[in-house]
């Protein structure tokens, strides 16, 4: 097996897609920036988890929206310029919150941001796909996806800790300006390559043939047909990023209220369980090249599932454990969680790869981002909602109703592809 950096060697442009990935990075760790800081949020301007639920609804609902215009203004603007703006408009939207002395303005202020956001996959994955040829773009989408994930994990221990060791206030800013200092160096370092059109030539020309606007690609939408397995990947998709933002979201809340540990604890199980999530990430997709995808994916949503009603008895007091052991099976319990909970995501792309034909493969990757989008935006506010009406302590092991359905879908889609 190859090591990693002989990856990276091979790749045609390695510096600019350290660049992009790392803005990946940066993109991922300020669309969880609200998760770890929930319960100082909820104590100090008085709401409810469902109000704090709806701030990350909001974040994604703006993303989702913004998504498609950001595609058609890259092709107006330049990629560069947009991805760099759209950091700008994120790092605004930070520092908005930073300020925010009220509910609607932390509304506002994930308005702005999720805005900002919007703009980055449209023109990062489609600078990956510039830079590089059909040789090398596994390699540099996996060093992409990489990038992505050590975002997410540094967002509670940076954004958490600052908040426990100060005030919440403090961590975002803290976050604003190392974003801002980001884009400048961005801006710096980046540099287009001058043989793009001798890697299109190299690729054979497929390059020329992909839909050229956003408006092409949705246009393409119509060619995708309405088959039981493509409905089951949608739902499914639906269904992943719905529960993996849904944990994302209330994992500090849940284990600080009721696992009795403090918010900068919390946020380090958190962080522990974000690191485990990056290691089957990565794993996860060689496994479902060696077994049964479906059979696999029914697997991991299970074991989620069942991790996630394990945590009640930490809810409920049924668990009396001298304080390090107790923090110490929380560490356990939540890597395990995460080591489950991510290995669905590369199972479930493979999936819908496998299904794909080559006519319509990136029209389904498109709906199949699009219904991530609406899970992304759904979860945290139907399980903020049942916090608010019932208690955390309950909302939380909750989730595992989604890990069944996944499971009920896995098993139908094994019918569908008999």
Not at 22 to 28: I, M, Q, R, Y
Not at 284 to 301: M, Q, T
Not at 357 to 375: C, K, V
């Amino acid at each position: 097996m190859r090591r990693p950096w002989h990856e990276f060697r091979d790749l045609a442009e390695p510096r600019n897609v350290t660049l992009v990935s790392a803005t990946h990075g940066v993109n991922e760790f300020f669309s969880i920036a609200i998760p770890p800081i929930i319960p100082f949020l909820v104590a100090d301007l008085e709401i409810t988890f469902a109000q704090a639920g709806l701030l990350l609804t909001v974040f994604f609902l703006m993303y989702s929206i913004f998504q498609l215009p950001a595609g058609l203004l890259a092709d107006r603007v330049g990629k560069k310029r947009l991805l760099a703006g759209g950091l700008v408009v994120m790092v605004a939207g930070i520092a908005l919150a930073a300020t925010a002395q009220n509910y609607p303005m932390l509304v506002l202020a994930q308005v702005v941001a999720g805005i900002g956001g919007a703009t980055y996959h449209p023109t990062g994955m489609a600078l990956i796909s510039d830079f590089e040829t059909t040789t090398t773009e596994g390699k540099a989408m996996g060093v992409f996806g990489f990038g992505g994930m050590i975002g997410v994990a540094t967002a509670p221990l940076l954004i958490g800790g600052l908040a426990e060791a100060v005030s919440w206030r403090v961590g975002l800013a803290a976050a604003a300006s190392l974003g801002l200092a980001f884009t400048a160096g961005f801006i710096l370092l980046f540099a287009e390559p001058e043989d793009r059109q001798a890697r299109a030539i190299e690729d054979g020309g497929d390059r020329q043939a992909q839909p050229s606007t956003q408006l092409d690609r949705v246009r393409n939408l119509l060619r995708v047909p309405v088959t039981l397995s493509i409905v089951l990947l949608l739902l499914l998709t639906v269904l992943v990023s719905l529960q993996t933002r849904a944990i994302m979201t209330f994992t500090t809340s849940f284990v600080s209220a009721s696992g009795g540990q403090s918010v900068g604890m919390a946020n380090v199980v958190f962080f522990a369980m974000l690191a485990a999530g990056s290691i089957s990430s990565l794993a996860a997709g060689s496994l479902a090249d060696r077994f049964s995808r479906w059979r696999l994916g029914l697997v991991v949503s299970a074991v989620t599932g069942v991790l996630l009603v394990a945590a009640y008895p930490l809810a409920v007091g049924g668990v009396r454990l001298p304080e390090w052991a107790l923090l110490a099976l929380l560490l356990v319990l939540f890597s395990a969680l995460g080591l489950a909970m991510y290995a669905c995501v590369p199972v479930k792309n493979a999936l819908i790869s496998q299904e794909a034909e080559r006519e319509y493969s990136a029209s389904l990757f498109g709906l199949t981002q699009t219904a991530s989008a609406i899970g992304s935006a759904s979860g945290p506010a139907i399980f903020g909602f049942l916090a608010t009406e019932a208690s955390m302590d309950v909302a939380f092991p909750f989730i595992a109703v989604t890990s069944g359905l996944m499971v009920l879908a896995f098993v139908l889609l094994s019918r569908s592809l008999e």
